[in-house]
């Protein structure tokens, strides 16, 4: 079992910026790879971004490019995502979740784990 646990959201006006953090426990944390979704109101779970097990490799939805940045330490049991210049389309649930192997993943369905989310509401 792999306990995932975001932490970094909140309320921010329209081009601001903020780092969402996510702590795993439980297992290997260097084993899988790292993931962070959202889901807005009424809308289904969208992949964001992706990070193999290194960081060497990221992977971004068109709609971020650019935008927001994923990392990972492994040292601390920790991933990031850090999110710039921030519209009012960003506003979302932000899920953590880890996939086990090493390399990229950004479908839903090949990660076994996820956090409880954290609220992110970009005010225009």
């Known amino acids: 079992q792999v306990q995932l646990v975001e932490s970094g959201g909140g309320l921010v006006q329209a081009g601001g910026s903020l780092r969402l953090s996510c702590a795993a426990s439980?297992?290997?944390?260097?084993?899988?790879?790292m993931g962070w979704f959202r889901q807005a109101p009424g809308k289904e779970r969208a992949f964001v971004a992706g990070i193999n097990w290194s960081g060497t490799n990221t992977n971004y939805a068109d709609s971020v490019k650019g935008r927001f940045t994923i990392s990972r330490d492994n040292a601390k049991n920790t991933v990031y995502l850090q999110m710039n210049s921030l519209n009012a389309e960003d506003t979302a649930v932000y899920y953590c979740?880890?996939?086990?192997?090493?390399?990229?993943?950004?479908?839903?369905?090949?990660?076994?784990?996820w956090g409880q989310g954290t609220q992110v509401t970009v005010s225009s």
């Open positions: 439980g297992r290997t944390f260097s084993n899988y790879a």
């Open positions: 979740a880890a996939g086990r192997g090493f390399t990229i993943k950004t479908m839903k369905y090949e990660y076994s784990y």
